[in-house]
């Protein structure tokens, strides 16, 4: 009989958005007449940009001919999109390589998948709230986890304690569910504290297009040194809405080495090359080219359009909170609103009261961590009229 991995057993049952798909389902087969919002999953409306579009036509009628067919890709990513990428950071005056690019299928695989890279007895720190696959991955492989509470006291924006020794360090900026961001001083100080600690940094900047504060950092790689304790992770996902279409991409500097036990220098580029070659395939050609069609400068004025929509549900979204008098964060530099659950609900029975009376869908903020317990998001990913419609009904809700 096979061993199976009992570290399973400790997740919890179900992953957050298949627990909320869950309960709606079965409201909307006992209700069918009702019109539901779901404001909830992070899932973009707006159709992907035409630049990105007409590459993927393009990419089609490729396939289509002998003599432009292509087959299996680089494991790492096609250069022409590696590049795009190398040029995009360029634009916000960070200097990377292509060769420091790992294009993938989405920064949910990337974000899980890295674990394989490290060892199962490192001490891992995640912020509470947090995007769930941080912590789901590393209780898969049985490692121990140590949280940092993000809280209203702290902007929600966990800083360094140098009393704690970290080997693995999870931070999301914009983050997820919060919508809190780092400025730079304070990613300096996390920059700081990996390095004295010879810590890394596993920093998800999948939010990073919505940041509109010329100030605040979209990547951690404009922090010095960062080059030496960071690995980034980012998506196409809410950039250009490729949420069903698949691309994303990691970057692992060559300047990131640590010594094995055996005392020698490896390094997490060549590593991680390693493991993607073995187990991945790459993303698709033709996604590959409508990607780097998002990079040229006329594809990344479109997504801006297409931010800038989202971004008015997020003020409209905002507006509402606010008549009522709820305290809301996040939904500036960020596609997400987080707020205090009314009435000092808990945030699942206030997920149940939306759905009941307003038949608006949210994220309970303890999906996120315990820290959640009390609060709800928001997302502004819906179309205006629905995220006006939604609002008006918990207008009239209490
Ligand atoms: N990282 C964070 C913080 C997210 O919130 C999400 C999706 O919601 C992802 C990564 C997943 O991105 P992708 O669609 O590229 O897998």
Redesign the pocket.
Known sequence: MPKLNENYLNLKENYLFAEIADRVNTYTAANPEKKVIRLG??DVTLPIVSEAIAQFHEGVDELASAKTFKGYGPYEGYAFLREAIVSYYARNGICITADEVFV????????GNITDLFGKDNAILIPDPV?P?YVDTNIMDGRSISYMDATIENDFLPMPDHNIHADIIYL?SP??PTGAAYNKQQLKEWVDYALKNDAIILY?S??ECFITDETLPRSIFCIENARNCAIE?C????TAG??GT???YTIIPKDLKYTSSNGAQLSLNALWYRRQATKFNGVSYIVQKGAAAVFSEKGMAQCKENIKYYQENARIISAGLAKKGIRYYGGVNSPYIWFECPNNMDSWNFFDYLLNNAQVVGTPGAGFGKNGQKFFRLTSFGNHENTIEAMERIDKLF
């Open positions: 999953i992070g993938s299928d989405g920064a949910k695989s990337d974000t995007y696959v999301c983050n997820n998800d999948a939010y992770f998506s196409l996902s809410k490729f949420t698949r691309c994303g």
